[in-house]
């Protein structure tokens, strides 16, 4: 994929993320119990034992939205700086994206001030380990990819 096509991605993603801050907090309630209400039926049917509860899915949102968000940075940045650069460069690289993204979070719960909504400590440090979750894995993928790539 394109440079462009990753920059773009990752537009989208922080416009949804952010997107989502500014929704009003009804609106967000109602949103989380109807995804509640799907995923919940999608564990009854897969007999998997879990009560899902509205805190757990707007957990899970903060987490998934900001693992997305490592995962475009990640592949955005990595590809290049996996390959033929020194240990040091490489380290700088891979804490571009956690630090991009801790910035993004910091600002969605900000940004949640304003909407009545409040904002969480708590959520900032679960975007921050979706975040470092997706990065990992765009490392772990460009590690592949550069493997393949010498074979």
């Given at each position: 994929?394109?440079?462009?096509?990753?920059?773009?991605?990752?537009?989208?993603?922080?416009?949804?993320?952010?997107?989502?801050?500014?929704?009003?907090?009804?609106?967000?309630?109602?949103?989380?119990?109807?995804?509640?209400?799907?995923?919940?039926?999608?564990?009854?049917?897969?007999?998997?034992p879990?009560?899902?509860?509205?805190?757990?899915v707007?957990?899970?949102?903060?987490?998934?939205?900001?693992?997305?968000?490592?995962?475009?940075?990640?592949?955005?940045?990595?590809?290049?700086?996996?390959?033929?650069?020194?240990?040091?460069?490489?380290?700088?690289?891979?804490?571009?994206?956690?630090?991009?993204?801790?910035?993004?979070?910091?600002?969605?719960?900000?940004?949640?001030?304003?909407?009545?909504?409040?904002?969480?400590?708590?959520?900032?440090?679960?975007?921050?380990?979706?975040?470092?979750?997706?990065?990992?894995a765009?490392?772990?993928?460009?590690?592949?990819?550069?493997?393949?790539?010498?074979?």
């Amino acid at each position: 994929m394109k440079k462009r096509t990753f920059l773009i991605l990752l537009i989208l993603v922080v416009a949804f993320i952010w997107g989502h801050s500014l929704i009003p907090l009804t609106s967000s309630a109602e949103e989380s119990l109807s995804v509640m209400r799907i995923l919940q039926k999608a564990l009854d049917v897969l007999h998997i034992p879990i009560t899902l509860t509205d805190h757990i899915v707007r957990k899970l949102a903060h987490f998934t939205e900001h693992a997305v968000l490592g995962l475009v940075m990640g592949l955005y940045i990595y590809p290049k700086s996996v390959a033929d650069i020194s240990r040091r460069r490489r380290l700088i690289c891979a804490l571009i994206p956690v630090a991009v993204g801790f910035m993004i979070g910091f600002l969605d719960e900000t940004i949640q001030l304003f909407t009545g909504r409040g904002a969480s400590i708590t959520d900032v440090w679960i975007d921050f380990a979706g975040v470092v979750t997706g990065a990992g894995a765009a490392f772990v993928i460009a590690l592949l990819m550069t493997r393949k790539k010498r074979e």
